[in-house]
């Protein structure tokens, strides 16, 4: 007579079988309500772009599309503890001489316009009367935070972006742009709160950063600057949509009736202070508790951003490139969120352990070109005054 045996656990709940990697990756995939994007297919796609635009090395804008990407999936893989924050990429984002003057229109104010900042926006009250969100201009509106700015310049040189003499022009370019730098650190300061603002330049594939603290105004010490008439708002007329007509005149809507006004006029500053039309002009005003910024720390300089590793498809190239592990922790350096902690997703925009950081050689030398590079931007305040849009004080 046989036995009755009682079942156990592992009777009556077999074990599961365990999903591999790739059926996991391929469900997540094919599921509709999800965009899955592997390390592979990232690297694949940003090294495309990258061979895109060392192929248009003369132009900067061919920088824009890899920067673009690798700047949105490190935003997209940040998740703030603060609900109605977002962290997000803005390319050509508008940094204003004071956020006093946010009331007016931006074409009429003095800017700065960095290739991207990434930004700390928040969801916003709505007016109860008609539910859309205020305004800038609204005292209840929550202003957005400044992490980091980034700029790109080309490297136009005979040789491969990977060369050790393409990081060495890159080296020495940087002096170029720490006065650009210098003036949008300024203008990050007055449109944006936080003792302390980042910048990341790239020239070509090699990066450098660098932190601005915020100086402390001095009652007793009044701030110089650029003579400039204060900031008054432009004229009623001048704040009205424009209509062309075709004598070559512009016409005024609202009032009492069109009025009609030369177009010269209207391209006429609002005041002495010069208005910044391209985004890279206006002078910035002078102001007692903005004080202007002094040299930058480095905290890393001409690194590469890219890494040569062997290739996975031998098919068609030997080596591949993928984003640098010193490029990856330079960039989780300056995400911090200034009103909380923010969490990244784990992802391929993580920098592995123990990453190298940069050397106190390195830095040095970094040190060095900057003062060089202000003593030029001094030399040239004083035999050519007239260029200068900005007045600092660098001690």
Same mark, same amino acid.
């Given at each position: 007579?046989?036995?009755?045996? /009682?079942? %156990? ?17 391929? +469900? ?11 390390? =592979? =297919? ?14 248009? +090395? ?9 920067? !673009?990407?690798?700047?949105? &999936? ?6 703030? &503890? ?15 001489? %004071? /956020? ?30 008609? @539910?859309?969100?205020?305004? $800038? ?40 742009? *720490? ?22 330049? /790239? ?9 601005? &603290?915020? #100086? ?5 010490? #009044? ?19 424009? +209509? ?8 005024? @809507?609202? @009032? ?16 002495? *202070? ?23 720390? $480095? ?5 590469? *951003?890219? $890494?040569? $590793? ?13 984003? =640098? ?10 995400? @911090?969120?200034? !009103? ?17 950081? #940069?050397?106190?050689?390195?830095? !040095? *030398?970094?040190?060095?070109?900057? &003062? ?17 849009? +900005? ?5």
């Amino acid at each position: 007579m046989p036995t009755y045996k /009682v079942p %156990d656990e592992t009777d009556i709940f077999p074990p599961p079988i365990l999903e591999s990697n790739m059926d996991a990756a391929e +469900r997540i995939y094919q599921d509709p309500k999800c965009l899955y994007i592997s390390a =592979s =297919s990232f690297e694949r796609r940003i090294q495309n772009l990258f061979e895109n635009a060392s192929a248009r +090395r003369e132009v900067e804008a061919a920088l824009y599309a890899p920067y !673009d990407r690798i700047l949105t &999936d490190l935003c997209s893989s940040a998740e703030p &503890d603060n609900a109605k924050a977002t962290v997000s990429c803005h390319p050509q984002s508008v940094l204003i001489d %004071d /956020v006093d003057k946010l009331k007016y229109p931006i074409r009429f104010l003095a800017r700065r316009i960095p290739d991207w900042a990434v930004l700390v926006t928040y969801l916003q009250l709505r007016a109860p009367d008609t @539910g859309i969100p205020y305004r $800038v201009n609204h005292p209840l509106f929550k202003l957005s935070q400044l992490l980091f700015w980034m700029e790109a310049k080309p490297l136009a040189i005979r040789e491969a972006w990977s060369s050790l003499d393409a990081q060495e022009a890159a080296g020495a370019a940087v002096s170029r742009y *720490v006065s650009q730098l210098m003036e949008q650190a300024e203008f990050g300061f007055r449109h944006h709160s936080g003792d302390a603002v980042y910048a990341i330049l /790239v020239v070509a594939t090699y990066f450098s950063v660098f932190r601005f &603290d915020r #100086p402390q105004p001095s009652p007793d010490t #009044p701030v110089k600057s650029s003579p400039a008439a204060p900031s008054t708002p432009p004229p009623p007329a001048l704040r009205k949509r424009r +209509r062309l007509n075709r004598s070559g005149t512009a016409q005024l @809507g609202g @009032g009492a009736g069109p009025s009609v006004v030369p177009l010269a006029a209207l391209r006429a500053p609002p005041s002495k *202070v010069k208005e910044a039309a391209d985004g890279e002009q206006g002078e910035i005003s002078p102001h007692n508790k903005y004080p202007p910024v002094k040299a930058p720390s $480095v905290l890393y300089y001409n690194e590469p *951003v890219l $890494v040569t $590793v062997p290739s996975n498809d031998n098919a068609t190239t030997d080596t591949d490139e993928k984003l =640098s592990p010193i490029f990856l922790q330079a960039l989780q350096d300056v995400m @911090g969120v200034p !009103d909380g902690n923010c969490s990244f997703q784990p992802s391929y925009m993580q920098p592995p352990a123990n990453v190298v950081r #940069p050397s106190a050689k390195s830095l !040095d *030398v970094s040190k060095k070109l900057i &003062d060089t590079a202000l003593k030029l931007r001094d030399q040239q305040d004083l035999t050519h005054p007239h260029t200068r849009t +900005r007045t600092q004080e660098v001690p």
